[in-house]
């Protein structure tokens, strides 16, 4: 097989639990720090694609010494290319709209904007930190929605909770989808939005490597040539099961060597 050029090659890869583990921790420690600077000193574009803002990301390149100049934030909602910054919004009519459905159910609602979560009281201290601490307490969610530029709520909550929102959502709103995006947690974004399709607008004629470990990552590797599945759940896309990142890294410095 003829190498590939590296720097055709845009190596993707979920944050929380592909590459970070519950307490902020590289999976693989160093030596899958060490195999992502091996790709980028090759040629290859680093590229994370998260369910966390955008100030995670740029904390993470500077953590581990990666440099991601186009970056997909918040399920591909938001996308950063260069000084340039692309949002998909919820419209603030669906968004009251649902608001005021839910705010009285047995729930915690978030609301993030392109760059900063907002609640109306403090989290549990158990709750998975952020790299980059950007919340603000907001009493007035309504006024928030009125005036800010809201991409997701984030809604948590038990799954019996949960689930009729999501039905009450995606059956009654063609503008926003309800995806679980685990066990405890339901987002609410723009129709359309997701990984994938932020990979194929941000990198179109590239050659995708994709790596994750949860449903949200299927749509990114529906637009990978190459896809690397490092957890155990069913997935509906032919994918390279591997135990971790660190070996799907170096699965793919074989294939391009």
């Known amino acids: 097989m003829a190498s590939l050029d590296p720097r055709d090659i845009v190596v993707a890869f979920d944050m929380d639990g592909t590459l970070l583990d519950a307490d902020n921790n590289v999976i693989g ?15 290859c574009t680093m590229a ?28 591909g909602a938001v996308r950063v290319s260069g000084g340039r910054i692309e949002a998909e919004l919820l419209d603030p ?28 009281s403090e989290r549990d201290p158990s709750f998975p930190k952020e790299l980059y601490d950007s919340h603000i307490i907001k009493s007035d969610m309504r006024e928030l929605i009125r005036c800010q530029p809201v991409v997701l709520f984030l809604v948590v909550g ?15 709103y063609r503008d926003v989808q309800a995806v679980m ?14 990984k994938g399709a932020a990979l194929a607008k941000m990198y179109a004629g590239k050659r995708i490597f994709a790596i994750g470990d949860a449903p949200n990552d299927f749509e990114m590797f ?10 155990d759940v069913a997935c509906p896309v032919d994918v390279v099961r591997e135990p971790s ?13």
Not at 222 to 231: M, N, P, Q, T
């Open 29 to 43: 420690g160093q030596e899958t720090v060490d195999a992502l600077g091996r790709l980028q000193e090759r040629g």
């Open 48 to 75: 994370i694609g998260t369910g966390r803002l955008d100030h995670d990301i740029i904390c993470a390149g500077e953590r581990f010494g990666l440099h991601f100049a186009n970056r997909i934030s918040q399920h």
């Open 93 to 120: 009519a669906s968004a009251l709209a649902i608001f005021e459905r839910i705010e009285h159910a047995p729930v915690r609602i978030e609301i993030n904007t392109v760059s900063n979560r907002y609640w109306t």
């Open 158 to 172: 038990d799954a019996a909770d949960l689930e009729p929102i999501a039905r009450m959502v995606n059956e009654t």
């Open 181 to 194: 995006s685990s066990a405890t947690s339901l987002e609410l974004m723009p129709r359309g939005v997701s």
């Open 222 to 231: 529906g637009k990978a040539e190459r896809s690397y599945l490092v957890s």
């Open 245 to 257: 990142i660190l070996e799907a890294l170096r699965d793919i410095e074989r294939y391009l060597a």
